[in-house]
């Protein structure tokens, strides 16, 4: 044990020793430290001749960033909120002292906005703003403004802000329909309080649903967004606005940004804008139609190849769809030449359009292509109050099968619309509801109890007796293609 301990002593002075020696060897005898031996490179290994492209590319790159950058702000927003109540440990003893008193707290949020206007109008999204009572703006200069919030639509998330101040540089809005997937676009933004970051990708698609419950279709880019650079612009390579950064791809709940981003076109942001500053709402284009997007089987019984395209469900009665000769089970396939995959599609190509604004629709009409020009109109404030045009009229039916022949639908119990049910559906609503409902019916997952029948094979139902002649009519095999009205929604529906 003794003869251990003396060789690792030994080791450790040996080390200790090399160290020293080390050491002495890198000083002058005087007891100054020599200087370390260091040759850089005696310059760039490429000539600027042979990278003209790429050296060109870099500087257009940073002529770019310096243009637009300053009309990038950095918007930070609070608000008082109350936090859990503070409890006296007196209120035990004494419970109707009630000294509880509440804990406040100012909460803020990040983001970014584009200066739009000489006059001091910035764009960014509704989320940064949202509820909040203090807003700031910063500009790249270093000057601080407070913001006025001119107005807001949370169907689009935008909003627009104001400050009061001199010499700003706004960014021009380029038209988001020419932009193009695989086309350069820079973020410009706040990300995490960091100002004027930028940072560069393409675009990855357009036509984006990135929102489950949104009328938008994003742009898709692979640009680098993170939290706070919601509101702030993205360009194109000639330094116009072609999107507002709004929302990212992640699956984690701190929002970590997975390569994909989405920004709400420039043209749906242009218009929000423009609406907000002249009426101080936005006023939506309105052509008066209810819609279902298409499945296999009621694009089959609507006599369409494919289910690209909005299935007119109801027309209302004066508007800008019923001037123009558009009917119930119509279905619209181009907007403007430009095809329509579905219903958000639709509306959304209608969004961008001016109150005013001439169009054309490809119409899909019982096999046969038509071409209806209508204008758009303004949204009316109460679609409540709008009706459809009156009931068609049912044809008589054939005899009555035998039982063993009956469609499934003979075993589902109509009867009228219940007062109770009114309420809950449009005013123009005409048909039979769903009283009973067997869960093992082959039509269960189709119908739900409440549900009102309007239409069987195009065919208007009115009564039970309607409903009846039109079941009767139906082979046990055919497929049969029901109009109907569920809460406030209309859709076809095919039962088999």
Not at 64 to 92: E, M
Not at 407 to 414: C, K, R, S, T
């Amino acid at each position: 044990m003794r003869r251990s301990f003396f060789i690792f002593l030994l080791s450790a002075l040996l080390v200790f020793a090399v160290i020293r020696y080390v050491q002495l060897a890198k000083t002058s005898p005087s007891g100054r430290r020599v200087p370390e031996t260091y040759t850089p490179a005696a310059g760039p290994k490429i000539d600027a001749k042979d990278v003209q492209v790429l050296a060109a590319l870099d500087a257009e790159y940073t002529r770019l960033a310096s243009t637009v950058v300053p009309s990038v702000v950095s918007i930070t927003s609070s608000r008082t909120v109350r936090l859990q109540q503070r409890i006296d440990p007196l209120d035990f003893f004494f419970p109707n002292r009630r000294s509880r008193l509440p804990i406040e707290a100012r909460q803020s949020s990040l983001g970014s906005g584009v200066i739009v206007s000489h006059e001091g109008h910035i764009l960014t999204n509704n989320h940064v703003i949202a509820n909040m009572e203090k807003i700031e703006v910063q500009l790249t200069d270093g000057r601080a403004e407070p913001a006025q919030l001119i107005g807001s639509d949370e169907q689009t998330d935008i909003a627009v802000l104001k400050i009061e101040a001199k010499n700003l540089e706004p960014l021009p809005f380029g038209d988001s329909d020419q932009v193009r997937v695989g086309q350069l676009v820079f973020a410009i933004g706040n990300p995490f309080g960091l100002q004027e970051t930028v940072t560069q990708g393409i675009v990855s698609a357009k036509g984006r649903r990135a929102v489950a419950d949104s009328g938008i279709e994003f742009l898709q880019t692979d640009t680098a967004v993170n939290q706070g650079n919601s509101g702030g612009p993205l360009v194109n390579v000639r330094g116009e606005i072609v999107g507002i950064n709004s929302a990212i791809y992640s699956n984690s709940e701190e929002g970590t940004w997975l390569g994909i981003s989405f920004a709400i076109p420039s043209n749906t942001a242009r218009r929000t804008l423009e609406s907000l500053l002249k009426s101080g709402r936005v006023v939506r284009g309105y052509l008066g139609v209810q819609m279902s997007n298409l499945t296999p089987e009621t694009a089959r019984a609507l006599g369409v190849p494919d289910i690209a395209g909005a299935a007119v469900v109801d027309v209302v009665t004066g508007s800008p769809a019923d001037k123009a000769g558009l009917k119930p089970d119509d279905v619209i396939r181009t907007f403007n030449g430009q095809p329509v995959a579905d219903v958000v599609a639709l509306r959304s190509r209608v969004a961008e359009l001016d109150i005013g604004a001439k169009v054309e629709l490809g119409v899909l009409r019982e096999g046969r292509t038509l071409t209806l020009s209508m204008t758009i109109a303004e949204s009316p404030a109460d679609l409540a109050h709008a009706h459809a045009p009156p009931p068609r009229a049912a044809p008589k039916a054939p005899g009555t099968p035998s039982p063993a022949e009956q469609h499934p639908l003979a075993a589902v119990q109509v009867g009228p619309i219940p007062t109770s049910l009114r309420d809950a559906l449009p005013p123009d609503v005409a048909g039979v509801a769903v009283k009973q409902l067997e869960p093992s019916s082959p039509v269960a997952d189709k119908l739900q109890v409440g549900d009102v029948i309007e239409e069987i094979n195009r065919q208007a139902v009115r009564s039970v007796e309607d409903f009846e002649r039109a079941v009767q009519a139906l082979g046990r095999d055919d497929k049969a293609l029901l109009l109907l009205c569920r809460g406030r929604s209309r859709a076809f529906v095919v039962v088999p």
